[in-house]
């Protein structure tokens, strides 16, 4: 007998049944650093999200923003250039990538995981380094 929870668990979904997730990832990378930096609401991002990597951008979120308080900084929009992206798919359904940004004051690197759920792919992992 299948529970409820198995019943609307996210089904995995192929690769080959999912879009490039190269423009996904540069998306989701440019509105990540925009809801660090304070100009974009967290939750516009959700839908791409697994829970747990929503709530780690969450957290992140309100750290930046308590930081950007402490120190009398007003939100303003990053500037940044995607200088690279190295994807790999480990597992069918699956894409692992770097992402290198380089910004004003420094280039940092964004670790994401993507997986194929319910016909599209979502960040089940998501950490800016």
């Not at 529970?3 to 996904?24: C, G, H, I, K, W």
């Not at 402490?70 to 770097?98: C, H, K, M, N, Y």
């Amino acid at each position: 007998m299948t529970t409820l929870n198995e019943y609307f668990a996210p089904q995995p979904t192929s690769a080959d049944r999912l879009p490039d997730p190269v423009p996904l990832l540069r998306s989701l990378t440019q509105g990540a650093l925009e809801v660090l930096a304070g100009v974009r609401e967290v939750e516009q991002l959700a839908r791409w999200f697994s829970e747990d990597a929503f709530r780690a951008l969450v957290t992140r979120s309100n750290l930046s923003a308590r930081a950007r308080s402490a120190r009398g900084i007003a939100p303003a929009r990053p500037t940044f250039q995607i200088l690279s992206i190295r994807d790999s798919a480990p597992a069918d359904g699956v894409v692992e990538a770097v992402i290198v940004v380089a910004g004003p004051g420094r280039t940092r690197a964004v670790a994401v995981r993507l997986e194929g759920l319910d016909g599209r792919w979502r960040a089940s992992s998501f950490a800016v380094l």
